[in-house]
């Protein structure tokens, strides 16, 4: 079956590192979509890509980048992680076009002291 | 410009009783919308989606939405409440452009024995 997976599920680093969470999907979507969820703000889009090589920012995207270079992986980088991106960061995938659902990685859960 | 508000972040119902979480939105083109469900510790899925035609909208475990363009309104409703439908509870309206969603701040539904 295919599916959307996400790792690490738990990660705790410390301020200033660079952290590297994965996505890999193989429902071969074009589009790919990464959020943060925090207590209070719902879902929050960081960065997405409609395909390959293409990427854009979200509403939160400072301190994260992203690069697409296959279908299947969309990888969120932190530069330089500070305490504020302490948070739940999810993973989505969805075809084209704007009726169509996003089906969502299980989370990774950063932790930055 | 699209945006979503969900009101009450927290819900209580005893089981067997009708659930009824609000969504409202704002839109400037044509909605798409949807009812995502999230399980403690998992990914969000989808309950429901609206597209066009029929404005009564049925989803899995029961659930059911009802459009109402002049209300601007994407109401969830469960005629009677199961413990296992403790969970959050997210609503989206489809962007302007690709397959972009914007969220609701989630409202966390709970239910009593």
């Known amino acids: 079956d295919a599916e959307i997976t996400q790792s690490p599920r738990h990660k705790i680093t410390e301020t200033g590192r660079q952290v590297t969470l994965a996505c890999h999907q193989t429902?071969?979507?074009?589009?790919m979509f990464w959020y943060r969820q925090d207590l209070g703000h719902g879902l929050r889009l960081i960065h997405y890509?409609?395909?390959?090589?293409?990427?854009n920012k979200g509403e939160v995207s400072d301190g994260y980048s992203v690069s697409r270079s296959n279908t299947e992986d969309l990888p969120l980088t932190l530069e330089s992680a500070a305490s504020s991106q302490t948070s739940v960061y999810f993973c989505?995938?969805?075809?084209?076009?704007?009726?169509?659902?996003?089906?969502f990685g299980p989370g990774t859960r950063l932790t930055v002291l | 410009a699209q945006s979503v508000t969900q009101l009450g972040s927290h819900v209580s119902v005893s089981e067997g009783a009708l659930v009824l979480l609000r969504c409202n939105y704002s839109?400037?083109?044509?909605?798409?919308l949807f009812w995502y469900v999230q399980y403690p510790n998992q990914g969000l899925q989808l309950l429901l989606k609206?597209?066009?035609?029929?404005?009564l909208v049925k989803g899995i475990n029961g659930f059911e939405a009802e459009f109402k363009k002049s209300e601007t309104s994407f109401h969830l409703t469960k005629p009677s409440a199961h413990m296992s439908d403790a969970a959050e509870y997210f609503c989206?309206?489809?962007?302007?452009?690709?397959?972009?969603?914007?969220f609701g701040q989630g409202t966390e539904l709970s239910v009593k024995p």
């Open positions: 609206y597209t066009t035609g029929a404005t």
């Open positions: 839109s400037s083109v044509p909605p798409y």
């Open positions: 989505a995938s969805s075809t084209s076009g704007r009726y169509n659902e996003q089906f």
């Open positions: 890509s409609y395909g390959v090589q293409d990427t």
């Open positions: 429902w071969n979507h074009n589009n």
């Open positions: 989206a309206v489809s962007g302007n452009q690709g397959g972009k969603l914007i």
